[in-house]
């Protein structure tokens, strides 16, 4: 009898999903996944805010209602404020800022003179400076070389070395002083009457018979003191470089006294130029000196030229003519006694026919 024979089953490692079954389901798996994300993402603020409130209110037993409600009300009260005081600062005016003192400016105000000699530090000059405030002066003049050839600074113009006081003052802190207290410094200068420079530098002077300096009395033992010579290039650099040297002191604005010919004019002069032995070529050398200086310096230092009374009006050999017909800008005239309305208005007037722009007078009562 024949064996009957078992059949063999056959296995098969094959899937029964097609490729494109698989990709379909794994696609599906992905957007599931990224549903239940996205439903995670937007539900957990709320469930956040559910756990706190439920903790604040029943573990803490507090209303964060009523809290939230108590801040809102808070902020809005505070930004109601800070409107209020924002606009009310907008509405008020700022104050005024102090404007910078301009030391060239001509304002018309009234000038006073100080001792140098008493302005030895700051306690005396800062002191000198507000009395002057008190007393409602808006200029300061202070006398930094005179008419006995003195310089009251240590000056580095080599023409001054011999000049120098033995007790120099500080010409800068004077200045930077007056200027704190609202005062513009003015320097005062003497020009050719200067008896001493001319000893360091003799091209500068007035002379006779060859290389001596000519002086105004018979010797100098009776009195007799040398000249600086206005036709002299030198002596007229050497008054320039001393108004550019206080001018880098702070002295935006500089009065020169002695801008003039000896007061006696005699034969034995020299002069180095012709123009010396008349009247109308001194004028002409002193109106030329001056627009010498005032162009140098022009927009930089406002440049004063100071003549007594007596010279600004009359003719004389002094000047060669008027003190006022110079051809200056500026003018301060000086008096021994006070003038009356009258004597002003007519010194104004005659300044002002000749061109002056400013003029200044110092009298026995006060400057104007």
């Not at 539900?43 to 209303?63: E, F, G, N, Q, S």
């Not at 910078?100 to 000038?111: C, E, F, R, V």
């Amino acid at each position: 009898m024949a064996k009957n024979k078992r059949q063999k089953v056959k296995h098969y490692n094959r899937s029964f999903y097609s490729r494109e079954t698989r990709v379909k389901r794994g696609i599906g798996i992905v957007v599931l996944v990224a549903a239940v994300l996205a439903a995670a993402w937007f539900a957990a603020p709320h469930v956040l805010d559910w756990a706190t409130h439920t903790w604040y209110t029943v573990v803490k037993d507090r209303d964060l209602e009523a809290e939230s409600a108590s801040r809102a009300e808070a902020a809005a009260s505070s930004a109601a404020a800070s409107s209020a005081a924002a606009s009310q600062a907008a509405s008020e005016p700022e104050p005024e800022k102090e404007k910078p003192l301009d030391g060239k400016a001509i304002t018309g105000g009234s000038w006073a003179e100080l001792d140098v000699t008493a302005l030895t530090d700051e306690s005396a000059i800062r002191a000198a400076a507000r009395q002057l405030k008190q007393q409602g002066a808006d200029y300061a003049l202070v006398t930094l070389k005179d008419a006995a050839g003195t310089v009251y600074y240590a000056s580095g113009v080599a023409n001054a070395a011999q000049s120098i006081s033995e007790s120099p003052v500080d010409a800068a802190s004077i200045a930077a002083i007056l200027r704190e207290e609202g005062i513009i410094p003015t320097a005062q200068l003497a020009a050719f009457t200067d008896p001493v420079s001319v000893y360091t530098d003799r091209s500068m002077g007035v002379h006779y018979d060859g290389n001596s300096l000519w002086l105004d009395n018979v010797s100098a033992a009776k009195g007799g003191k040398a000249w600086m010579n206005p036709f002299a290039a030198s002596a007229v650099q050497y008054v320039g470089d001393l108004i550019e040297e206080v001018q880098g002191m702070g002295y935006e604005q500089v009065v020169l006294t002695g801008v003039q010919f000896p007061n006696i004019i005699t034969r034995k002069q020299d002069f180095g130029a012709s123009g010396g032995k008349s009247r109308e070529g001194r004028a002409a050398q002193l109106t030329a000196d001056i627009a010498a200086w005032q162009t140098r310096f022009a927009g930089s230092v406002t440049l004063w030229v100071s003549y007594p009374d007596a010279l600004c009006t009359a003719a004389t050999d002094a000047l060669g003519t008027t003190g006022v017909s110079l051809g200056m800008e500026n003018l301060l005239v000086t008096s021994s006694t006070a003038l009356d309305a009258d004597s002003r208005a007519a010194l104004e007037q005659a300044a002002a026919d000749a061109g002056v722009q400013h003029v200044v007078v110092h009298d026995a009562t006060a400057f104007r």
